[in-house]
Structures are given as C-alpha cells and as structure tokens.
C-alpha cells in the first residue's frame, strides 16, 4: 500500500476509535487499542489492506516511530496481567 493511501487509511481508523472511546486519543492510545481490542486490529487491517497482524502492527511503528519509545507502551506490554491476541494465540507481553 502506498503511503499516502496508509496515511489516510490510519487517519480514519484513529478518528474511528476517538469516536468509539469518545475521547480525544494520542498515537500511544490508539496502538494499545489496536493490541488490545481484536476486533478494532482485524478493522485496522481490512483498512489499510494487512494480511497479518505482524505486518500491521510493524506498519504502524514504522509510521510513528514514537510508538516505539513511549513510556507509557512499555508499561502496557511490561504489565504481568496484559495478554495480547495475536492471530488467535494469547501471548503474554515482557519487554
């Protein structure tokens, strides 16, 4: 996918889930949105044409390369209670 259709794409999705959330999110939210909610990551991948969820989520980093460092992720994924579906298989996060 070229990335000015990725960018609009990604654009929609994150007003989508500010409007499901009825909050103003930041790019930090809407990743763990996307880890945590199934459904929301199987939407972000229809939209933006993904095959994978690997694929999607490294898609993502690459997009906002921030994601990566925030603080505020690797407390999400670092958390012993945080499991992650990933093409159905629960995995639990360590960083």
């Given at each position: 996918m070229y990335e000015k259709e990725f960018s609009r794409a990604f654009i929609k999705i994150c007003a989508l889930i500010c409007i499901l959330k009825n909050k103003k999110l930041n790019v930090p939210n809407i990743f763990i949105e996307i880890l945590k909610n199934n459904d929301v990551r199987k939407l972000y991948k229809y939209l933006c044409d993904f095959d994978t969820d690997y694929e999607a989520i490294i898609k993502l980093i690459e997009y906002e390369p921030?994601?990566?460092?925030?603080?505020?992720?690797?407390?999400?994924?670092?958390n012993r209670k945080t499991v992650i579906t990933i093409n159905d298989k629960p995995r639990k996060t360590h960083l």
């Open positions: 921030n994601v990566s460092k925030s603080k505020y992720i690797k407390k999400f994924l670092n």
